[in-house]
């Protein structure tokens, strides 16, 4: 890769597509990549997090929506197909890779006719948060990641993420809000948003080759679906495993 590039790629299970996600930062490219992506119903807590203090675990099974871990930290979330993921990789050891991300979703959330303001490890408009950030970093890279809500029904939201616990714990989500672009009247297709997206990351990354993944992210992906994200303990236990 010479240059800002967009992946192209889907997997129906989401477990694949997270590790996808992790793939892309772990295959180390040398220049920024983009991927937006889409997930079935699945809640997805982070790196570090505790299940039972995040997730409402009895409603999930009885609902069929599997909860599953990512490789960044930050609050869990739950992803369906209303939800439009953002992933931005960038090589070597970047500063502030937040604001980058934020940039990025302020930028696109501004061409969707909205203003916003960035807050906790996110974006907000109003008091609703409408993006959710999370980073995560190697020695070569990293790869910071949003949830955009475009049409999620924050009681969808609601019925699956526990409240804040009364013993409030360093790893615990930040709870918020939530309100998704259709709840402030925007009536925007995932295709018109994504649209945003890739002109907001153009903007700011410059000209992006849009291509499909590499031997190395296909690599990687294979990998790591078959060390990690195929494995219920990984997802259950994630970085608390001995």
Request: charged share 25%; net charge neutral; aromatic share 4%.
């Amino acid at each position: 890769m010479t240059g800002p590039s967009e992946v192209v790629a889907s997997f129906g299970d989401p477990a694949d597509n997270l590790a996808f996600d992790e793939a892309l930062l772990r295959a180390a490219p040398d220049a920024p990549v983009l991927w937006i992506w889409r997930n079935t119903d699945c809640v997805v807590v982070g790196r570090g997090q505790k299940i039972e203090r995040e997730v409402k675990a009895d409603v999930c099974a009885s609902d069929g929506v599997p909860v599953l871990r990512r490789a960044s930290g930050g609050g869990t979330v739950f992803h369906d197909p209303g939800n439009l993921n953002i992933t931005l990789v960038l090589p070597g050891q970047a500063n502030k890779p937040l604001e980058a991300l934020g940039e990025l979703m302020t930028a696109t959330v501004a061409e969707l006719g909205l203003p916003s303001r960035l807050g906790d490890r996110g974006l907000f408009v109003g008091d609703s948060k409408l993006c959710g950030f999370a980073v995560f970093r190697t020695r070569t890279g990293l790869l910071a990641h949003s949830t955009l809500l475009v049409s999620t029904a924050a009681e969808r939201v609601g019925r699956y993420l526990t409240a804040a616990p009364a013993d409030p714990r360093p790893l615990d989500s930040h709870r918020s809000q939530v309100a998704s672009l259709a709840d402030h009247g925007l009536r925007k297709g995932v295709a018109e948003v994504t649209a945003a997206v890739r002109s907001a990351a153009a903007a700011q990354l410059g000209e992006l080759t849009t291509r499909q993944p590499s031997e190395a992210e296909r690599e990687c992906h294979r990998s790591l679906r078959h060390t990690r994200y195929h494995y219920p303990e990984w997802h259950s236990e994630g970085a608390q495993r001995k």
